[in-house]
């Protein structure tokens, strides 16, 4: 027993010495950086210096927590960062590294380390000393290949500007690709640079040979085992006889990817030395058939089970997906027990209008791509439909659509295509009016009917931008144009185009930043957005125009700018001194309900015109901020309708942040909060829609709820993944 006692003991004392001489080797070995700054430093970017090297200040781990960081230094929301001498040590090579690439040959770095409350500041004390120049720049093809004003475009490196390699990398690597896409897949380009002189400057020479034009012969192909060698050669751009080139190699692969068949498409790029260039490409191909099932349950839905079938092996390309969803399982079992809502009224005798039969979407998808070459595919769809909305209505649907899709040029396609829908929707008057704004009686009346929506359409998109998330320049364009009338099979008559762009320029020269860093850019985007429909009769919701939200007008909520209503409770307005005859005769006069009581409806429109202007400037590594100004004016021309057109500017700023899942988007926008006049619906105690004969001078602030809620009213908030536009 003692024998123990000392041996637990003993133990005890070793760990205890062992404790103490780490609590006094710790602050030699480690220490906690508060901040970190680079005195010295004027040629080059501090942020991306910051990203080479191990040595980092205790960030604030969440950027809306940034006011909260500064006034504590709690772990709960600062990341106490710590680095070693080790590691400072390390930090200085390569920051000297760094320096030297862009041009900063003779510079010399020192760490400061000065006591701060929370830990240490960490300062590394840089001396750029002289710069090593490029005196000149001589860049001379052998066969001219490249216009001058492409080689402007294409050379980073300026004379008189910092000797930096990664621009002079960066311009071989485009003057390279730039020459294979004329065909000269085998280009030599060589560079001289001779040592600096005494006055640290040198001469650069770069010399391009693009010796022979490079074209495709045979196209070999491995890894396919239920997709045949002429369906791929189909699928691809490097057909025998044509050019060898980088973007006809990126497009073959692009396409080859985009068919569900294939999991990986990859060429091998055949050696130089030869102007015939036989091709081999590697190609995974997914499995021939892939089944997915999916079991849940929601409060509102009751169970759900979704089922998605697909078959890749139908011969020349060709795939089949078959899809099916269906919702409302066991919901006579389940209706309004523990968690599940209430789907009937408490006085409801049974479900006479089926709102607890199973809903249901299911859709059948054959695509046959690579119609007579690569850039042509077709695809028809089958689909049909049940959903509800308890209590409130029921909408069906059955149809088709049939699509073809060319692609003139690459992110340049043209589709033609087809869908015609019969739907029937159980619905009251009250609801096409609240969920939909149709409170007119002759467009209500030709949607509660079964009827035949068949529109042809055209569209033409071209995308042009730099980049697929956070475009810094270049510009996108759709135009969509469609016919529906009685020879496409429609109930309704219409014609509608539309069309939607964007420009990007960055507001830095050059875009990269300084000294060539990859430096997110201040960029100016301009978004336009409009369109016209001319109906012959009744307008269908589908084909409305609508403005405003986290897309659009972003001081209004969604769809909340253009013709509008204001819906009034009837028993608001037998409260105010109206009476049923009143209301029935429409002569209630609305104005004595207070603006509190009315509900605005928006109806939609049948013109569109809308703008935006956006400011996008970077703050940190991955945040950046905003400021827009939105405008956008909806109209009635050519339409029967109760509402009144209406167009308004919002200004407004925001945050964009770049997350690994993508852009994260907060916009604030200002709305304009003017008195106007609108029209006002009521609904009977039968379902049916009175419009009052007078307007009521509507205003969301009567009465007045004070200075901090009117401050509230004003603002719109938007919280999104993506871009605006």
Known sequence: MLQNRIIIAAALLLL???????????????????????????????????????????????????????????????????????????????????????????????????????????????????????????????????????????????????????????????????????GFGDVVIDTSVPRPDASHKVPVRISIDPRWLTRVGHVDFEGNAYLSDETLRRGIMLQPGTLYTRD?????????????????????????????????????????????????FNTIEFGQAALEIKHNALGAGRWLSIRGAVGNLLAEQLNGSSIFQQALTNDAAGDPQGFLKPTYQASLTLQQPWIAGARTSAGVTAFAGRRSLPNVVIDEDIGATFGVVHELAPRAPVGLNYRIEHTRVQGNAVYYCAGFGICDPATRASLVIPNRLAPVGLSAWVDRADDLEVPTAGYTAVVDAEHASSATGSTFTHSRIAFDGSYYKSLDHPARGINGDEKPPKVLAVHVRGGFVKPDGVL?????????????????????????????????????????????????????????????RPIGGSTLLEGTLEARIPLFKALGAVAFLDGAYVGTSGITSIGHARGAVTPGAGFRYRSPLGVL?????????????????????????????????????????????????????????????
């Open 540 to 600: 269908h919701p589908r084909a409305r125009f609508y403005a405003g939200g986290m897309q659009s007008v972003r001081g209004f909520a969604e769809n909340e700018l253009g013709p509008t209503v204001l819906q009034s409770r009837r028993s608001s307005l037998i409260a105010a001194g109206c009476t049923d005859a009143t209301i029935a005769n429409a002569q209630c006069d609305p104005s004595i309900v207070s603006s509190s009581d009315l509900f605005p």
């Open 16 to 182: 205890c010495s062992k404790v103490s001489v780490a609590q006094q080797r710790g602050p030699h070995d480690s220490i906690t950086v508060t901040t970190l700054t680079f005195p010295g430093l004027t040629h080059v970017s501090p942020d991306e210096l910051k990203r080479v090297i191990f040595t980092r200040a205790s960030p604030c781990r969440l950027p809306f927590l940034i006011p909260v960081c500064k006034v504590t230094g709690s772990q709960l929301v600062v990341d106490r960062r710590r680095t070693t001498s080790a590691a400072m040590a390390d930090d200085i090579t390569k920051i000297r590294v760094y320096l030297w690439r862009r041009g900063f040959r003779e510079a010399r770095v020192d760490t400061v380390l000065t006591p701060a409350s929370r830990g240490t500041a960490v300062a590394f004390a840089i001396n750029e000393g002289p710069a090593t120049v490029v005196s000149s720049l001589s860049l001379t093809q052998k066969t001219t290949v490249l216009t001058q004003k492409e080689l402007d475009d294409i050379v980073e490196l300026q004379v008189g500007a910092p000797f930096n390699l990664i621009a002079l990398d960066s311009t071989l690597t485009h003057l390279r690709t730039a020459i294979w896409n004329r």
């Open 665 to 725: 988007r907060l916009d604030i926008g200002v709305r304009p909060l003017g008195a106007r006049s609108l029209p006002v619906v009521v609904a009977q105690q039968d379902g049916s829609i009175i419009t009052l004969a007078r307007e009521k001078l509507y205003s969301p602030l009567e009465p007045s709820p004070g200075f901090l809620r009117s401050l509230g009213h004003h603002l719109v908030v938007h919280f999104a993944m993506g871009q605006a536009f």
């Open 248 to 296: 006809a190699i990126l497009e073959s692969q692009k396409r080859l990817f985009q068919s569900p068949a294939i999991a990986r498409a990859l060429v091998v790029t055949p050696p130089a030395g030869d102007s015939i260039k036989s091709i081999t490409i590697s190609v995974a191909e997914v499995p021939e058939h892939q089944v997915s099932l999916t079991l849940g």
